[in-house]
C-alpha cells in the first residue's frame, strides 16, 4: 500500500512538472540561398514560446562576415508547432554579400525570459540558432566589376550649371550626375567613369553618398560632380556614360545611358588666366582629396591608435607594478641577508683570509649568536661540533690576540674546519631549522632567502 502511494506521488509530481514546462523555438531563414555580390537577401531570425515572453528581446548587432547587415523591424506572430500555439517575434533584417564564395550567418545565441505553463514569473533562458550558408555569385562575364550594381530601380539624372550652347575657351563647367537606387545601400554604388576628352580639362569633385531606411524598405543615392575646362577652341563631343544593373525582382539586366553630347567651344582672346584657372582648379582637387583621407596618428587610424595606446599603457603600468614589486622584494632581502647567519659566516670568511687576528674574534663572536645564542663560547662550540684541531687553532688564535703571544696557528686548516662544524651543526639541527615559518618578517629565522652564497 506505502509503495503504490509512492509510485502515485512520483507519477502526479511529473505530470506537473510536464503541464507546467514550456517549451522555446529559435531559427533563422532567407527568402535566397543564392544570390549576386550586392543582392539583398532577406534574413528572418524568429523567436517562438509555448508561454510569452515577459521581457523584450535584443538580439544586438549581428555581423556576419563577407557581408553588410541592416536591421529593418520586429513583427510579432503566432505559429502552430507540432499542434500547439506559440507566441513570438520575428526579426527581419536584410544581408547584402560583399564578396563571392559562401558566406554564413553565425549561430545565433538569445536571451530571453518566459514564464512557465500556468506561471507568471518569467525565467531566463539562452537559446541557440544554426548557422545557415548563402551562396554568392561574383559578377557574370561581360560585366565589369567597376560598374556593377544590384538593385530594385534605378534613375539617373544629369545637369549643368550653365548653358552648355554658350561656351568660350576658359570657362568652367560643373557638370553634376546624380543616381537613386532602391534596394541597396549607398556602398554598392559604383563611381562615375569620367573619360578622358582631347582639349577638356576634368577635375572630379567629392561624392555625396547617402542610404536611406524605413522599416520595410531601403534606397541608395550617389551625386557626383566634376568641374570641365575647356581648353581649345572647336567642337568637343562628351561620350556617352552607360550604367549597368541586375534588377533582383524581374531577374534580368537593365542599362541606362547618358547620351554623348557636342559642344561647340568659341575662341577667347584673352587666355592669360587660363593657366591661373587650372591651377585654382588643381588646388581644390587636391584639397578635397586630402580632406577625403581618414584622419590618422602616426599613420594609424584613431581606434587602432587608441587600442594600441591602451594595450601599451596597460602595458607600463604591469612592468611598473612588477618591477616596484621586484625591487621591494630584493631590498627586503638583502635587508635580510645583511643580518642572517650566512651573511656573519661570509664575514668570518673573510677576516681569516685577510689574516686579521682582532676582526676573526669579532666575527666569530657575532656569527656565534647569529647561529644560536645559547651557546655560551666559541669553545663550546668547537668542542661539540668541531674537532680536535679546530680547537686547538681557535685557542692559538685567542692568545695572539688577547696575551700579545707569537704563537701561529694554520689560517687555512682554521677555516676548513670551521666551515665542516657549521655544516655539522646546520645537518644537525636540520628538522628543527626547516620548521621555522620562511618568512622575511621572522626574526627568528636562521637564514632568510637571500641573494646566492657559498655560505
Known sequence: MVAKLKLTAVLFLLCSAL??????????????????????VQMTVSVYTSTWF????????????????????????????????????????????????????????????????????GIKHVIHTKPKSITVKGVPLGYSPDNWLVCGNLT???????????????????????????????????????????????????????????????SASRTEGANYLFEKEGPVTLPRIEFVHW?????????????????????????????GIKKQ????????????????????????????????????????????????TAIKRHKAYKVSERYAFKKVVLAIHHDTNYAVLNALKIWLLKLNPEI??????LQRYGTPDA??????????????????????????DLEAARTTYLQYHKAELESKPKDLSKSDWLNPTAPKSRY
Open 281 to 328: 582648379l588643381e588646388a581644390e582637387t587636391v584639397a578635397e582629396s586630402e580632406e577625403d583621407k581618414p584622419f590618422l596618428i602616426l599613420g594609424l587610424p584613431v581606434k587602432t591608435f587608441i587600442k594600441y595606446l591602451l594595450f601599451c599603457l596597460v602595458a607600463l603600468f604591469l612592468l611598473f607594478t612588477f618591477l616596484r614589486w621586484a625591487i621591494t
Open 19 to 40: 503541464g507546467y514546462s514550456q517549451h522555446l523555438v529559435s531559427y533563422v531563414t532567407t527568402n535566397h540561398n543564392e544570390a549576386y555580390i550586392g543582392q539583398p
Open 156 to 218: 539617373i539624372n544629369e545637369k549643368w550649371n550653365s548653358d552648355i550652347k554658350h561656351v568660350k575657351v576658359g570657362d568652367v563647367l560643373q557638370r553634376t550626375i546624380s543616381r537613386t537606387a532602391s534596394g541597396t545601400l549607398g556602398e554598392f554604388i559604383p563611381a562615375v567613369a569620367w573619360d578622358s576628352v582631347a582639349g577638356v580639362s576634368i577635375y572630379p569633385k567629392r561624392p555625396s553618398v547617402n542610404t536611406n531606411k524605413t522599416k520595410t524598405y531601403v
Open 247 to 275: 534588377n533582383y525582382n524581374t531577374h534580368k539586366f537593365y542599362k541606362k545611358i547618358i547620351d554623348s553630347v557636342t559642344i561647340n567651344v568659341a575662341p577667347n582672346p584673352d587666355l592669360k588666366m587660363l593657366s
Open 376 to 381: 655560551p663560547s666559541m669553545e663550546a662550540f
Open 391 to 416: 680547537l686547538r687553532n681557535y685557542q692559538q688564535l685567542e692568545k695572539r690576540v688577547l696575551e700579545a703571544s707569537s704563537s701561529t696557528y694554520n689560517a687555512s686548516a682554521f677555516k676548513k
Open 54 to 121: 515577459t521581457s523584450g528581446i535584443n538580439l544586438g548587432n549581428i555581423q556576419v562576415d563577407g557581408a553588410l547587415t541592416v536591421y529593418f523591424r520586429s513583427v510579432s506572430s503566432n505559429k502552430t508547432f507540432s499542434g500547439k500555439q506559440y507566441s513570438g517575434v520575428d526579426f527581419i533584417y536584410n544581408v547584402f554579400p560583399t564578396q563571392e564564395g559562401t558566406i554564413t550567418i553565425p549561430a545565433l545565441e538569445i536571451n530571453v525570459e518566459s514564464p512557465q505553463t500556468g506561471g507568471y514569473k
